[in-house]
């Protein structure tokens, strides 16, 4: 069988991206995009999965994310021979009209249509909130239009699963993407956050509970992509760090793996996160984590096993700090239990199972 996906875009590099990459090395599939960033890619596509870019979108808020629907909409892959497409991502449902069968694969509705609406329009300059809302309104009235023509829908977690119930009024199928392994090197003198640098995922709170623990340190890794209202965001978050937190952007693989398997933990605070394979990943090199009591995190944080979820204040963050930072390695054996769950064959397996169920 074969398959084509449909991914919004791989500029700025984050979970979604690589469970595309995953996924298209383990079908034998074409991955199709609107934007690349040839540096971010080849730092972790290592299996060479073939990424063609239909057509480069503009990169500006609100222009970038019409002109991504338009090109998914006016592609046209049905000469190409695929027997199958998957959709990733916000704006690659455009794409269905004209490709079946299909499946998507479903990682958030998109949280400026739906229930993180206010988030986003805090971040738009003054002169862009008008343009910001007559997009959504008219944006989400045709991006509901095409749910109609998505013939079946995976949900990356039973947290998102609820959303599209809720949103799309839509049944899916649950299954979990998988993590990468990182390996246990030793627990350092710092704690790690790694994440898209966006509103919602309130990376402030992490700056304000270690400004409180002078005697932490805390590295931050992570990026956002042009075109997007993130700038503002990141500019006045990364103004005036403490000096024992470090914001040190997208880096190269071999340093992430470096930076899991010596931390002492990991930390994240995203609002009613999705799923979040970054604690799995951090669990997977043995390191307890911190997160808040909310969404996905339910689903993979074993509370009082592998780390702590939390109340997303600086408070009970560094009350947790301070707990698991007398002795982290206690955590150790659990971590790696549990993220061995989310294994790459098993993610493969129930994928193709469901490909050849929807045939």
């Known amino acids: 069988m074969k398959i084509a996906i449909f991914h919004d875009y791989f500029g700025s590099i984050g979970g979604g991206e690589k469970l595309v990459l995953d ?18 890619l080849k730092r972790i596509n290592k299996h060479h999965v073939r990424v063609i870019l239909l057509k480069d979108s503009i990169k500006f808020p609100v222009l970038k994310q019409i002109h991504s629907s338009i090109i998914f909409h006016n592609a046209n892959l049905n000469n190409k021979g695929y027997d199958f497409y998957i959709m990733s991502g916000n704006w690659a449902i455009f794409a269905c009209k004209k ?17 993180d609406n206010k988030s986003f329009y805090k971040q738009v300059p003054w002169y862009g909130k008008i ?10 009235r ?8 998505m013939d079946s829908i995976i949900a990356n977690s039973n947290n998102t699963q609820h959303r599209i119930k809720k949103y799309y009024h839509k049944d899916s199928v649950v299954i979990s993407p998988p ?7 030793k627990y350092g003198d710092y704690w790690l956050s790694i994440n898209r640098i966006y509103p919602h995922k309130r990376i402030e709170l992490q700056i304000e509970a270690f400004r409180k623990l ?14 997007d209202h993130a700038k503002a965001y990141a500019n006045k978050v990364f103004t005036n760090l403490p000096k024992n937190v470090s914001y040190i952007g997208e880096i190269d693989e071999r340093i992430v793996e470096k930076l899991y398997g010596e931390c002492k933990a990991f930390i994240t605070t995203s609002k009613d996160e999705d799923f979040g394979m970054t604690v799995l990943e951090a669990m997977s090199a043995g390191k307890p ?8 995190y339910r689903e993979t944080v074993i ?4 780390g702590y979820l939390v109340k997303a204040n600086s408070t009970e963050i560094i009350k947790n700090i301070k707990k698991i930072s007398v002795n982290p390695s206690k955590y150790k054996s659990a971590c790696i239990i549990q993220a061995d769950k989310y294994n790459i064959s098993r993610f493969i397996k129930k994928i193709k199972q469901e490909l050849t169920y929807k045939r």
């Open 99 to 115: 490709h079946h069968s299909n499946i998507n694969f479903i990682h958030t509705p998109p949280r400026m249509f739906y229930d």
């Open 179 to 185: 993590i990468k392994k990182y390996a246990f090197r």
């Open 131 to 140: 343009l910001f809302l007559i997009w959504v309104t008219i944006h989400k």
């Open 303 to 306: 509370n009082g096993k592998t």
């Open 289 to 296: 984590v911190i997160a808040p009591n909310e969404g996905g």
């Open 142 to 149: 045709i991006y509901e239009k095409q749910i109609k023509y």
């Open 214 to 227: 002078p005697h932490e340190r805390l590295i931050i890794v992570g990026g956002y992509m042009s075109g």
């Open 23 to 40: 996924l298209a090395h383990g079908l034998n599939a074409d991955v199709y995009t609107t934007e690349i960033n040839r540096k971010n």
